[in-house]
C-alpha cells in the first residue's frame, strides 16, 4: 500500500511541530519556570550518562559549526538518521530555516538529495577527534570537502556526547542546550 505522503513531508510537517513546541518551551525558560537545578548525585549520574562514545559516527549526532553565544548568534547544525537528515540554519533561537534531505554514506562520503530545489551533490567527510579547552563538550570534528550548504566549500562541524540525540545535553551551555532541544524534538517527531 502506498503512502498518503512522502515521507520527507511527513517529517516536515512533524518538524513544524516541533518547532511551535520548542518555541512554546522557550518562553517558559525565559520566564524562569523551567529552571533546572541538578545535585551532586544527579550531575554525577548524568556525566556517566553520558560518557564519551567509543567512536563518534555520522548518524544520530547533532554537528554544529559554532558555539552560540547567547539567543541571537548565528549557526548552523546537520544531524544525519536511517537516510534522512535534517540541515537547521539557526538566524537566532527564534528564527530557524529548516531542510530535509535524504542521504546516504560510506565510511568516507555521503550523497545528498534535497526534495525542495532538486538538488543533488556529494562529499568527501572525515570525522577525527577534537579538544578545545574552551568547549570540553566538543570531542569530534566532521570535516566535508563540499559542504552543500556551504556552497560547495569545506566546512567543519562538531559535536560530542551531549549532542548525541538521545542524550539529556546538561553539560552543554543554555543557549547550546535550549537550540538542540529543538533539533531532538525534530528527529523524534520524524522517527515517529
Known sequence: MRS????????????????????TWQSLTAEGTDKIENTAAETAAVQ?????????TLKDYIWIDSIPEDAYTPF???????????NNQFASSFKVLIEIFEYSSTKDSVSFSFPHDNRSAKSKYTITNYSNPKYPFLTAELTMASDPQAKGKKKSYYTGPDLHIESNGYSLPDSLRNATASIRSQMAAQQH
Open 76 to 86: 548552523n547544525a546537520y544531524i544525519f538518521s536511517d537516510g534522512i537528515g535534517i
Open 4 to 23: 498518503l505522503m512522502p515521507k520527507w513531508f511527513a517529517a516536515m510537517t512533524a518538524a513544524s511541530v516541533a518547532i511551535v513546541a520548542y518555541g
Open 48 to 56: 556517566e550518562i553520558n560518557a564519551p562514545a567509543k567512536e563518534v
